[in-house]
């Protein structure tokens, strides 16, 4: 049977200031990764932003979860607890090898070492601290205090190797896919098809919101129902988005798109791919759009934002590419001298 002695509580307060951090670190990794896949292509230079943002405040993160614990105590065994109990450990008394009390930047805390953890116990979070040090004591624990140690435990270290290892493949996974699946690639008029038609309704214009960074100009045509012939980035910036209210419904409109997508999609002459078959077959790319004899986009300026943006990518895919490699190294070396 398990005895309880002392029952360790999470300090509201702080608690609180925990979860509001937690809030606000997820709302900005959120807005900062919306904006590096809020057009058609990746962008690898707001993608590296996005990553190295979020691992600033993934360290943070931990350094709060980390210290933010309590610790039950039983008579046989201690139960540490992390995320509000979410996550637990237990220890048994025959566990633990060495305790004591030592201070680091004007912190005091309780370390306790076992063979394979090192844990520390901010005595001002910890609530119950001397009924842990009585408990240890009475389990005869060997003391040692003031010796020299470091503000992050053993089991943060690992958690944080093993999370950049994560995102060290992750980022590798993007920048193959951005790289080589889905290349940025200027259009000839060789390989385009033009679609005549009349709108069923205004041109839909989608800006960046907090919810979602993503912008695009979408245009329906009664011939097409089903269909929404749509202009991401590269040619979003091209449009003078302000004219696109002078169209209506029955305005004639004519637009370029590649040959495979109306083979594919309007006449079904050849097999659609997998990728377009399920997730993008409403989605048809335009290159140039003419309404009522009027230029809305022209076909060189779709080129013009597609080289920048294919440039851009060039520039920083070695940076990535680097960054990817040394985050795994590291993150997998951190992970073993903890294990060793």
Sequence with gaps: MKVLISKGRFQAVRGFGVIVFTIVLFLFSKISFQHAFSFQYLQIDRLLFAIVLTLFFLY??????????AVNIYETHLKIKWLFGLISLRLDKDMLIQFGKSSVNNT??????????????????????????EQLREWRIKRKDNLRISETSSLEYKIGGIVMMIFGVLLGVFGL???YFQPIETSDL???????????????????????????????????????FQVGHPGYKAIKLSALSNYKKDDKITLLITKNSYSQKIARTSTPSFSEKHFNWARIQAYAIEIKQEKVLQLDEFNKEALI???SNQKWRFV???????MFWYGLRVFRQQES
Aim: with cysteine; charged share 25%; aromatic share 16%.
């Design 60 to 69: 943070i993160f931990f350094k709060l979860f980390g210290e933010y614990k």
């Design 108 to 133: 005091n805390y309780i370390y306790l070492n076992t063979r394979k953890h090192h844990l520390l116990f901010d005595e001002s979070i910890i609530e119950n601290n001397f009924e842990l040090v």
């Design 177 to 179: 896919f951005n790289s």
């Design 190 to 228: 060789k390989d385009l098809f033009a679609v005549s038609g009349h709108l069923s309704k205004k041109p839909n214009v989608k800006n960046s919101t907090l919810r979602s960074a993503s912008t695009d100009v979408t245009f329906e045509l009664e011939e097409y129902p089903g269909f929404r």
């Design 309 to 311: 943006l294919r440039k």
């Design 320 to 326: 990535v590419i680097g960054l990817c490699v040394f």
